[in-house]
């Protein structure tokens, strides 16, 4: 039987970048065209990645070793321009949260007027422009210049992200900019950390309790109301295969909990407007409390998507029509 997809593959903005370069085979090192790869070499036992630099220069001609280098330690993605003076001081300040994390994760530098390429798969149509990448698929993460706290908090949302997938490699570069930076982030609130070691461990229960936790000392807390969410997610889908969950729910279309674990796949697999398409098409015909399922699960998975993500508004839009 088919066995579930990675989290990864329902990442909000997801691009296929595959066109842009020849990737080399799963489990092979690729090479560069000159001078030495960026991989460097093999991965260390301990999950280690021994890199040129922490800061590297992403072009159209090696991104996909940088594509492949995301299935090990995740790779921040900061698009640029020289003729923008915001974007060059945007990447100052990138480059410094980066190197503060201490090779939790690798930059890349794109320069948008010499890799034109790039510019339109991650749909930079603004500089500068921040993503993520994670096991080959990209996260779009903000447009224009944010400051270092909230950089920091970005990424730290990233990091999570990443350990879902599995994604927990470090990398440590042979130039200085592998020196530890003199204002390193702030780390993790305590729960949020405690979530993070959870989800590393596929433990999706404690993490759940750990968020939940975090909420009930600051029901403002953003970034908990996104990790319970995603791991919520990842709760329900464990164990579970695609046929299984396909099949359930073709066997009992009146079985509201099966539509909604079909909603939860088609979204994991990065389907976003059919599983939002299918809750709202479920909707009309629920009694009230079926109805309040729907509008639950359909706030959650925003949270999950992202509320800046575009397929958002329109959809909150619907639900409230539909509620009114």
Same mark, same amino acid.
């Given at each position: ?9 329902? %990442? ?38 021994? %890199? ?7 072009? @159209? ?15 921040? $993605? ?62 779009? !993460? ?12 970005? !990424? ?20 200085? @900019? ?49 990790? %319970? ?44 407007? @059919?599983?939002?398409?299918? !809750? ?31 397929? $958002? ?12």
């Amino acid at each position: 039987m088919t066995n579930m997809p990675p989290f990864g593959s329902n %990442l909000r903005g997801a691009v296929d970048l595959s066109s842009l370069v020849n990737r080399a085979p799963a489990g092979t090192t690729p090479a560069a065209d000159t001078g030495a790869s960026i991989a460097g070499g093999a991965a260390a036992p301990s999950g280690t990645v021994t %890199l040129p630099s922490l800061v590297l220069e992403g072009t @159209d001609a090696n991104f996909g070793e940088l594509l492949d280098l995301s299935s090990r330690v995740p790779v921040v $993605v900061g698009l640029w321009a020289s003729r923008s003076e915001p974007s060059t001081q945007l990447m100052v300040v990138l480059e410094k949260v980066v190197l503060g994390f201490a090779g939790k994760f690798v930059l890349a530098r794109v320069d948008i007027d010499s890799n034109p390429q790039l510019a339109q798969a991650f749909q930079a149509q603004s500089v500068p422009t921040v993503a993520a990448v994670i096991t080959g698929q990209p996260v779009q !993460l903000f447009n224009g210049a944010l400051g270092e706290d909230q950089i920091t908090e970005v !990424l730290g949302r990233v990091l999570e992200l990443a350990a879902q997938q599995g994604v927990t490699g470090t990398a440590q570069a042979t130039e200085a @900019d592998a020196e530890p930076v003199a204002a390193t982030p702030e780390p993790l609130p305590p729960h949020h950390l405690e979530a993070y070691t959870a989800i590393e461990a596929g433990d999706y229960a404690t993490a759940q309790s750990e968020y939940r936790t975090a909420l009930a000392q600051n029901p403002n807390d953003t970034m908990a109301v996104a990790g %319970l969410a995603q791991v919520s997610l990842l709760a329900r889908l464990q164990g579970k295969t695609i046929d299984q969950i396909r099949n359930g729910a073709a066997s009992a279309p009146d079985d509201l909990d099966a539509q909604l674990l079909v909603a939860d796949l088609d979204l994991s697999g990065g389907h976003i407007e @059919d599983a939002f398409d299918r !809750l709202l098409g479920l909707f009309p015909a629920q009694p009230a409390a079926g109805r309040n399922t729907i509008r639950e699960r359909l706030l959650e998975l925003f949270e999950v998507v992202g509320q800046d993500d575009p397929r $958002v508004p329109p959809t909150r839009s619907r639900l409230t029509a539909l509620l009114y």
